[in-house]
């Protein structure tokens, strides 16, 4: 095992033998083994390409292979063992497709009959390889940013948004990592292509999730309960949520969100359910204590799910979602779960915890933008930060917290992501009636950060990195790597990026992306501050 693909990888340099995010060394070698199995798949892809042949079945298994592969979303063994016998049932295919013949292992194994000898085959293909450190550290970089577009892409063809030419670099890229004889440049340029591409997948989310649900809109989201029967919904799948509202409904039973749910009380088409209520819970990390303490069923839709022991009855899966035990909804019929909630106790009383305000995307934010210029100009905004990412267990967090408690009064925060919890709470007030804390959605919702971000700069007819404006990023899985390739692709400098810098990045990769975008890590609240404001 060896995995340094998460934020809190073990020493800071790699989990080798169990993972942080709590995959055993069994689940670790699958997936390894699932990359190199679908690795071979895109061979064949890549090469059908060039002949005019694609195929849509073999593009949607690849984005959900790769995607399983992202922390914290599948723990099941033989989920992985099903997944790599079909990547190399579909290689066969587009082998025959494509009348092309590859000799590198990944285009010619063949799968061990049983889940011991996979484990076995997992192990001789681990990701530790490469004997150029920086070399291996870019084609690191390559397939973590995979893993984030994989997801996106994902997210976005749920919703029925699809870009072939998105597939087209999944598989020119899981192939061209697989060479030895790249040279660092070509890279370096395959790295930020990677960027460039999530760009038009998150465009496709973000067409998506609005075309489907309508554009968010500002609204107050209670963080108390309501008495009665309840549903806990957590990860990112508007989709899903929508059929859990469409399937409770007249049942009785109260649904909430967690984690990153927490901005789809936004989309007017979620917000028109009555028994959609509020939020209950933080980020990912706390839902261990959370989950237990939830007294209706719980459904992990998408990414983030740890395990479960403590709440096994209670807890469903659905998606790509995967723990073994666990009750997995295959068909998106969450009668299963709907009938667990109805068996369990609910909440005994109503309770007021206060609201936090969600719906400030893009299309709300522009709404307002001649009142945010005006501010602007007439300095009653000095400055824009934006702060967020994911949140994440290892110390070092509260550094978030720290700066957005500390940014000046005449400042304003915009936020996105699970890292918003560290803050999410917080009463900032507001700049003439322009809230100080806007929060943009989920990580799923970066595109519509960086359409502020560009509108703006046209506005104020500036570059953005001329703007008032600073990103102070946490960052933790997979999803988080590629939004950063993406803010490169787009020339943004000066990013804070914390609370440590990836371990697959070596000094020379840092040192590169230093020099061309003056990437760094955070310090202190007050250093920060000081050296953004003066």
């Known amino acids: 095992m060896f995995c340094q693909q998460c934020e809190q990888t073990a020493k800071g340099t790699a989990c080798t033998t169990m993972g942080v995010c709590g995959k055993n060394e069994e689940v670790a070698d699958l997936q390894d083994l699932l990359i190199h199995a679908t690795q071979g798949l895109c061979l064949y892809s890549d090469a059908a390409r060039k002949k005019g042949i694609t195929d849509s079945a073999t593009s949607l298994f690849t984005c959900e292979a790769i995607f399983s592969t992202l922390t914290n979303v599948n723990f099941d063994p033989q989920r992985f063992v099903n997944m790599i016998n079909k990547a190399v049932e579909l290689r066969e295919e587009m082998k025959a497709k494509s009348g092309a013949s590859f000799t590198v292992p990944a285009a010619t194994f063949t799968p061990a009959a049983d889940l011991a000898g996979l484990v076995e085959q997992g192990k001789a293909v681990t990701l530790d390889t490469e004997e150029d450190k920086d070399l291996r550290s870019l084609k690191h970089i390559t397939l973590f940013g995979l893993k984030g577009l994989a997801a996106y892409a994902d ?92 399937q409770t409904e007249g049942k009785g039973i109260t649904v909430y969100t967690h984690g990153e749910m927490l901005p789809c009380h936004g989309y007017p088409e979620l917000k028109k359910y009555d028994h959609f209520y509020g939020h209950y819970g933080t980020a990912w990390q706390n839902q261990k ?21 403590a709440y096994m009855d209670s807890i469903f899966t659905c998606g790509l979602v995967g723990w073994p035990g666990v ?197 202190t609240a007050d250093e920060d501050l000081k050296a953004i404001l003066g």
Request: proline share 5%.
């Open 327 to 523: 009750t997995h909804l295959g068909d998106k019929d969450f009668s299963p779960a709907i009938n667990k909630a109805l068996a369990m106790d609910g909440f005994s009383e109503d309770s007021d915890k206060d609201s936090v305000m969600v719906g400030f995307a893009r299309n709300a934010v522009l709404g307002v933008a001649d009142k945010i210029i005006e501010a602007v100009k007439n300095k009653d905004i000095r400055h824009f930060f934006l702060v967020g990412g994911c949140d994440g267990a290892k110390p070092g967090r509260n550094y978030y917290t720290e700066f957005v408690e500390k940014v000046p009064e005449d400042c304003i925060v915009l936020t996105l992501a699970c890292g918003k919890f560290r803050f999410f709470d917080k009463k900032l007030g507001d700049i003439g009636g322009i809230p100080r804390l806007l929060d943009v959605g989920q990580c799923n919702d970066s595109y519509s950060a960086i359409q502020i971000a560009v509108a703006l700069a046209g506005a104020f007819e500036c570059g953005v990195n001329d703007l008032p404006l600073s990103m102070i990023i946490s960052w933790y899985e997979q999803k988080a790597v590629v939004i950063l390739l993406t803010l490169l692709h787009l020339g943004i400098k000066d990013i804070r990026l914390g609370p440590t810098l990836p371990a697959f990045i070596t000094p020379n990769v840092l040192n590169v992306l230093v020099e061309n975008f003056n990437i760094m890590p955070i310090t």
């Open 155 to 246: 997210h976005a063809r749920i919703l029925g948004q699809e870009d072939d030419s998105v597939y087209a670099y999944i598989d020119e890229a899981m192939t061209t990592i697989l060479r030895d004889d790249l040279e660092l440049n070509e890279l370096v340029a395959l790295v930020l292509k990677c960027g460039e591409v999530n760009l038009r997948a998150m465009e496709l989310l973000d067409a998506g999730n609005t075309g489907k649900f309508g554009h968010p809109v500002p609204t107050a989201v209670p963080l108390g309960a309501k008495k009665g029967k309840a549903i806990l919904v957590s990860g990112h799948d508007l989709q899903d949520l929508a059929l859990i509202l469409e």
């Open 289 to 309: 204590k959370e989950f237990a303490e939830f007294p209706g069923a719980v459904i992990m839709t998408t990414n983030c799910i740890q395990d479960p022991k």
